[in-house]
């Protein structure tokens, strides 16, 4: 990083933790500012757009940098690299196979047989699963069988379809927890996440709260006012 993108960065994240700092400690604009700002004068909407104006100067600027983009996009592809891995954990679960009565079936269960069971196929690699990344819905072959209780044991007689496709979606607890697993796994290096993502995030929480501010002050108070003590 090159010593201006250094002082970019460096700027973002001061005037950034300030934000934070000042909107959850509920710091009031009080005293002066260089001797010649009178800060009880100031009005509190004001100053919330020129400091967001301020974070979104510095954001853009940070964000233009080539290298900076460059950095953040081989993060999230790395997260997006670790987050169907946490998917394809829970799809080989009991969990996920063995409530097969709210699957989507290309064949419907038949009505004629009395024991018949959803066979899921697995393929030459041990995976029965097909999912995508970033996808809710996860798709295997299947087939219907025909099973019958002989001496105690329940056993497979025939198969009464050939192989359709079968798909399930994955419930939003584990797609979030994918995700919150992969954004971990991708940060453990550091360096990358400490100084690319960690300033845009930071960035973009504080403008989100410069906005929340502006919203949320009293119309009132927006008025002009006279800045030198």
Known sequence: MSDE????RRNLVVLSSAVVAIAFLEVPLQGSLIGAINLDKVD???AWIAVAVCLTYFLLRFLTDGNNTRNIKQWWAGVLEYQP???HGFLRSKQAN???EHWHCEQD???NIADVQLDVFYEPLGQAWDYERGSRTATARAQWAEYLEQNGRRERMRQITSLFQVS????LKI???SYAIALCKATIPGWVFTEY???TVWAIASISICLYKMATVSDALFRLQPLCA
Request: aromatic residues 12%.
């Open 197 to 199: 993502v960690f300033p």
């Open 44 to 46: 509190p909407k004001s």
């Open 85 to 87: 891995n946490s998917v």
């Open 109 to 111: 269960k038949p009505d």
């Open 98 to 100: 063995a409530s097969w």
């Open 175 to 177: 797609y979030i927890k």
């Open 168 to 171: 399930q979606r994955i419930p």
């Open 5 to 8: 993108a250094g002082k970019t």
